[in-house]
C-alpha cells in the first residue's frame, strides 16, 4: 500500500484528497488549506503532495508541491 496522498484541484474549484489508484476522493474540502489538514488527518504518516494551482518560479500548475 502506497503512503501517499495527493490534494488535487476540481473542476468546481475544491480540492480533492485522493490515494494513487483511487476512483472516489477520501475527502472533498472547500480550500487547499482545508484539504492538507483533511489528509494530515486521515494519515499523519503519508507523504502529502498539492498539486500546483498558478505558475511559480518553482514550478507550473502540472507539477506537484509539498505542503
Do not use: C, F
Not at 496522498?5 to 483511487?22: C, F, I, Q, W
Not at 474540502?29 to 486521515?42: D, H, P, V, Y
Not at 504518516?45 to 498539486?51: G, L
Amino acid at each position: 500500500m502506497s503512503n501517499n496522498l495527493y490534494v488535487e484541484r476540481r473542476p468546481d474549484g475544491s480540492y480533492a484528497v485522493t490515494k494513487p489508484g483511487a476512483q472516489r476522493a477520501s475527502a472533498v474540502e472547500s480550500t487547499q488549506q482545508q484539504a492538507i489538514e483533511r489528509a494530515r488527518q486521515i494519515n499523519p504518516d503519508a507523504a502529502i503532495h498539492v498539486e500546483r494551482v498558478r505558475n511559480t518560479s518553482g514550478g507550473n500548475p502540472d507539477k506537484w508541491r509539498k505542503p
